[in-house]
């Protein structure tokens, strides 16, 4: 069935480092992806998305990347901060929108 | 505030009684979104409601669940005759008309059954 996972449960970083974050997705029809950051007892946050049509999109600190060949998706955080330490997850959706299929999540954890 | 507002933040019940949890959308967002998140899981979809449309209430785990959107603005969740197994945090999401616009997502509200 359709399913969207994370290659990595876990990461820690040092405190100004670069992070990536992985995602694999199997339904070859999504063409909506989003990443989301939820802290402790708060809702996800919308962080980012991309299209299918686009390979690569950034924002203030943060890229995503779209690998539509491998069915892969990665964010990219710049100068990671403790602030940054949270539950990233991934999700997809199909070309008329609708629900969302999400990922089991990463833990970024952010050592000062 | 402008964000997804929900309510209550935590409810506490017997086993075999109702619940309802409440979510009022983002103002104009008029799709409206009820996901569930197991501790330590991701989300999972439960019914999705579209302006007029009928909602795709294909998440739904059983019939004792149901859904409803009264004048295209606030949602409300029932469970009925709840069972252990569906404790878990609760959270609804809005987004705007147009397809392939992000969900935004309030803070939810944490069921424990007892």
């Known amino acids: 069935g359709e399913s969207v996972g994370l290659h990595l449960p876990t990461l820690s970083v040092q405190e100004g480092d670069n992070s990536i974050i992985n995602c694999a997705y199997s339904?070859?029809?999504?063409?909506?992806f989003i990443w989301y950051k939820q802290e402790s007892g708060k809702g996800p946050q919308f962080i980012i998305d991309i299209r299918s049509n686009m390979d690569k999109r950034q924002g203030q600190r943060v890229t995503v990347l779209l690998n539509k060949t491998v069915k892969h998706l990665s964010l990219q955080i710049a100068a990671t901060q403790p602030g940054d330490s949270a539950v990233y997850f991934c999700a997809e959706t199909g070309r008329q929108g609708g629900k969302l299929i999400f990922g089991q999540g990463t833990e970024l954890s952010v050592k000062p | 505030g402008a964000g997804v507002s929900q309510s209550p933040s935590n409810k506490v019940t017997e086993k075999g009684k109702d619940v309802e949890l409440r979510c009022d959308p983002i103002?104009?967002?008029?799709?409206l979104y009820w996901y569930r998140q197991s501790l330590g899981q991701g989300l999972e979809f439960l019914i999705y409601f579209q302006g007029n449309s009928a909602p795709d209430k294909s998440g739904l785990p059983s019939d004792r669940f149901s859904a409803e959107r009264t004048g295209g603005s606030v949602s409300t969740l029932t469970i009925q005759r709840t069972q252990q197994e569906d404790s878990a945090v609760y959270l609804c999401a809005s987004s705007g008309q147009r397809s392939n616009q992000p969900q935004h997502f309030g803070d939810g509200t944490r069921l424990s059954i007892l």
């Open positions: 103002s104009g967002h008029t799709a």
């Open positions: 339904n070859s029809a999504s063409d909506y």
